[in-house]
């Protein structure tokens, strides 16, 4: 599961953040493989910010279930900080971390601006991606051992925590041939953002698959498919719940401004306009929303055609307006459902 914390009409950050941490319970409880968060800036509409910060909360109350960022925006960071953010986390939870790394800002140019302190270091991606890999285990030094640097002709050793023991498994993201060369040149598994309706799924892990070097800890290729997923008892109820995302996704495309999200009853009174409900339609056609009887064939048909190892739900249910604020019931449903169906 990929969760972007929504923040809905009239909740909290808090109550957000609750019925998340509700849903990492669940889908640990139920039998998911992964639970990963999203690291966006300056959207009031979605609470998923700093994954170093929300793993730890997060996992709380769980017991197998693997966390994970999907993904750290890396440009926003040094890749030293990153570093020592997972490798704390792989202590707490030994085995269980999984850190996804992109290169896009995850906000807005400003607010990109502002986290990079007036530096646009997008140039050094290879460099900072290498590095973060070699300090966590991921390359030639085995977790634990320091990392040898040269500064100013000077001899240097790093490490990103004392006494590691493992270090957490390292993903790429992105969208584009860029991120699916890189993946395939270090080794690494690869996420194509399949979910935000990105064109190139298909050429990108061809591409990738192609090209593959194999690592020391990935000998083969190894990919997911991230898909925004509505399920309910009913298509009807699965369709109205997919009502306020889609609005989001709509205002994402034209640049309108990303308000909280709206509710069910809010989605449904949208005034859409004939430019906005052509934007829907193409959106909509690229999610599996509907009756988990329909769903879960075309998910098993989608997984297939791509060739993944894993599919990524990203729960895009809403929530009514009667429904309590630190609660997701449509976001649960889906995830129960979906369980019901494919894990036992």
Do not use: C, K
Request: glycine share 10%; net charge negative; aromatic share 6%.
């Amino acid at each position: 599961m990929l969760d972007l914390i929504p923040v809905r009409t009239g909740q909290t950050t808090s109550q957000a953040l609750s019925a998340s941490a509700a849903l990492a319970r669940l889908a640990d409880d139920a039998g998911y493989t992964r639970f990963w968060v999203a690291e966006h800036h300056n959207m009031p509409a979605v609470a998923s910010t700093v994954p170093g910060v929300l793993i730890a909360y997060l996992a709380q109350g769980t017991h197998r279930i693997r966390f994970g960022s999907g993904g750290v925006m890396l440009p926003n960071h040094t890749a030293l900080a990153i570093a020592e953010q997972f490798a704390l986390l792989e202590a707490m939870l030994p085995g269980r971390v999984d850190l996804g790394i992109g290169r896009a800002p995850g906000s807005d140019p400003v607010t990109a601006y502002l986290l990079r302190g007036g530096q646009q270091p997008e140039d050094a991606f290879v460099q900072d991606v290498t590095l973060a890999r070699e300090l966590l285990g991921g390359g030639d030094a085995a977790a634990g051992d320091a990392v040898a640097l040269s500064i100013g002709g000077r001899p240097f050793a790093v490490r990103p925590t004392p006494l590691a023991t493992s270090g957490p498994t390292l993903w790429l993201l992105g969208s584009s041939g860029f991120s699916a060369d890189l993946a395939a040149r270090l080794g690494l598994p690869y996420v194509f953002a399949n979910h935000f309706g990105m064109p190139g799924l298909a050429d990108a892990l061809a591409r990738y698959r192609t090209a593959y070097q194999p690592s020391a800890a990935h000998p083969e290729p190894t990919s997911l498919l991230p898909v925004n997923v509505v399920v309910a008892r009913t298509t009807a109820q699965a369709e109205a719940w997919a009502g306020p995302q889609l609005v989001q996704m709509v205002r994402l495309r034209t640049g309108a401004p990303l308000l909280p999200q709206l509710t069910v009853e809010e989605a449904a009174a949208y005034p859409w306009t004939e430019a906005e409900a052509s934007i829907r339609d193409a959106v909509r056609a690229h999610w599996f929303v509907g009756a988990v009887s329909d769903v879960v064939p075309r998910l098993a048909s989608a997984a297939a055609d791509a060739g993944v190892d894993e599919v990524m739900v990203v729960p895009a249910a809403g929530a009514s307006a009667e429904d309590a604020l630190d609660a997701a019931p449509g976001r649960a449903e889906t995830l129960t459902l979906l369980a019901e169906a494919l894990l036992g």
